[in-house]
């Protein structure tokens, strides 16, 4: 085996190892309702979104599109809203990371289990499940995510949500 | 100053109208009345016609008043509804909520019905009852049906309602240029289900006081000097229409002015109109968002909430749609949580000794009088046959009326 090979192999599974650390750690963050910790993750060019699949029409629905002045201006604007505040904790496992050294990104897609641990008497609920489908810029010291599509296998979500998921 | 058991349960010293009993959120034996005298006689919004657009698409749903029903559009392009049962040994025929079929097939037996309800295959037909049952007599049990008021599905399980047109009356006559000058289409669906009673969520649908709940009502309306002109306008069989308001939208930070409007909507216009028992045409500069309840019980309720927009959108038109929808309708977005956890509060304390649930503002009918909910339970108590501040007769006729 060449030295540059091996070389390469190393440097990818250092990337893949960083990409997951940070999926993990933007979970801890979402879990602590450090919102804005977590957007400070992200590429100026971030791109979020939440959607699904209905049945029910049999059409693609998209509950939630932002960029990130958008995610921005609405984690900033949360103190102002009356809103549920049972906290969510998110089980997630990486699946896949695909790195492209080309275009300087990975994507990685995570499955999630998002929990809801009520307020008065800690019960916890599955509040959703889905996929996260990232595109992470590779352009700087740390990888940044520059597109989180979060992908919903649950359409009931009671009375909804006000954060990020 | 507090108040103890006597004075909390003591009726309020108020109109009949103006107060109902909490009961009427909580009695199964109410509901079970409502079931009958409401909701298996009233016309009720099943979907909308671009969710069965295509000669054989199918929309299965569950009506309140206690059936599982099948919308369908024939190959002659009809919009029919049937009870969602094979007449043979009442399996249900369609288990997906929608979809496409020439012949729907009973996975039981495989008997076959057309999407005209007509039954079109019976099952070795001849070995089994000779010539003791035809299959033309054997169709699916069809409901009354009609499309309108902005291409709805409505059907109505009473084989001998009147018809739609006068169920609605002029209620929805304000907004008709919007809903009918062309066609529409839905781009987003989902459902909340709620430990709550059907009635809370028309109530807030039908008053705007609770607008100090919602900091963006507050911005981009209330702050506004024609939103305290918004008035309220009842129509027959409990319907009401809110007045026509022009929201400043980009009075609420990261948010801008809806460029894309209805026909005959004014540029980020507003108009609203509440239907009994439960339905909420409400269309709000780009989108509009219809509500329907699906009672469960007395203490559950599934909400369905539709967003839709003009059929020749184009792509980018349909985006900027969808995304106007969320940011205050949608399950992430700012109004609709906030309007749900509220019914889901009063959900959780109606249980638990809550005393009589006031209706009593009166603001000559303008944005934060009460006239919406006091006309709808007064439709409530007509077709209930009972008051809905004294449904077990307890009075004897001695309270204010």
């Known amino acids: 085996m060449s030295r540059g090979a091996s070389q390469g192999r190393e440097d990818s599974g250092a990337i893949v190892d960083a990409v997951r650390d940070l999926i993990y750690r933007g979970c801890l963050l979402l879990d602590q309702n450090d919102f804005q910790g977590w957007l400070d993750l992200c590429a100026p060019e971030f791109h979020y979104t939440i959607s699904a699949y209905s049945p029910e029409i049999r059409r693609e629905v998209v509950w939630l599109d932002h960029d990130h002045e958008g995610m921005a201006s609405l984690i900033r604007m949360l103190p102002k809203h009356n809103s549920d505040l049972t906290p969510l904790t998110r089980h997630a496992s990486v699946y896949t990371v695909e790195n492209d050294p080309a275009a300087k990104e990975a994507r990685a897609v995570t499955s999630v289990a998002i929990f809801s641990t009520s307020l008065d008497g800690g019960a916890t609920e599955l509040f959703a499940v889905g996929r996260y489908h990232d595109v992470l810029a590779l352009d700087g010291p740390a990888p940044r995510l520059k597109r989180r599509g979060v992908r919903l296998e649950t359409r009931s979500l009671g009375i909804g949500k006000h954060w990020p998921l | ?401």
């Open chain 2, 1 to 401: 100053m507090t108040r103890g058991a006597v004075e909390w349960d003591r009726r309020p010293s108020l109109p009949m109208t103006h107060y109902v009993h909490p009961a009427i959120y909580t009695d199964e034996g109410i509901f079970g009345a409502e079931q009958e005298k409401i909701w298996s006689k009233v016309w009720y919004l099943a979907c909308h016609e671009s969710e069965v657009s295509e000669a054989n698409d199918f929309r299965a749903y569950r009506h309140p008043g206690g059936k599982n029903l099948l919308v369908a559009r024939g190959e002659d392009g009809k919009i029919r509804t049937f009870y969602n049962v094979c007449p043979h040994r009442g399996n249900t025929i369609v288990y997906t909520p929608a979809g496409n079929a020439r012949h729907i097939t009973c996975i039981f037996h495989a008997w076959a019905f057309n999407t005209k309800g007509d039954c079109v295959e019976i099952t070795r037909e001849k070995q089994g009852y000779g010539d003791r049952l035809n299959k033309k007599d054997y169709g699916l049990r069809e409901v009354r049906t009609e499309v309108g008021f902005g291409g709805f599905v409505y059907v109505n399980l009473d084989d001998n309602a009147g018809p739609l047109a006068e169920f609605i009356g002029h209620a929805l006559d304000g907004m008709l240029k919007c809903l009918e000058t062309e066609s529409l289409e839905i781009f987003t669906y989902h459902q909340a289900v709620v430990n709550t009673n059907y009635k809370f969520w028309h109530d807030t649908n039908s008053e705007f006081y609770h607008d100090y709940m919602h900091y963006h009502n507050r911005q981009t309306s209330m702050l506004q000097p024609s939103y305290w002109e918004r008035e309220y306008v009842p129509f027959p069989n409990g319907h009401a229409q809110v007045g026509d308001q022009v929201v400043k939208y980009e009075a609420y930070e990261g948010f801008k002015g809806r460029h894309l409007s209805f026909p005959g909507l004014e540029r980020n216009g507003w108009k609203m109109v509440d239907l009994f028992p439960g339905f909420t045409y409400n269309l709000r500069g780009s989108a509009l968002r219809i509500d329907t309840v699906l009672p469960l019980g007395p203490a559950k309720t599934i909400i369905e909430y539709r967003g839709l927009g003009l059929r020749r959108d184009t792509p980018d038109e349909r985006a900027q749609r969808i995304r106007d929808y969320d940011s205050i309708w949608g399950p992430f977005g700012r109004n609709l949580h906030e309007d749900l956890m509220g019914v889901m509060g009063q959900g959780r304390a109606i249980g638990r000794g809550q005393t009589y649930i006031l209706h009593a503002r009166e603001e000559e009918n303008k944005i934060h009088d009460e006239i919406g909910m006091r006309h709808f339970y007064g439709e409530w108590s007509r077709r209930m046959g009972r008051l809905a501040s004294d449904p077990f007769g307890e009075t004897g006729g001695t309270s204010r009326a």
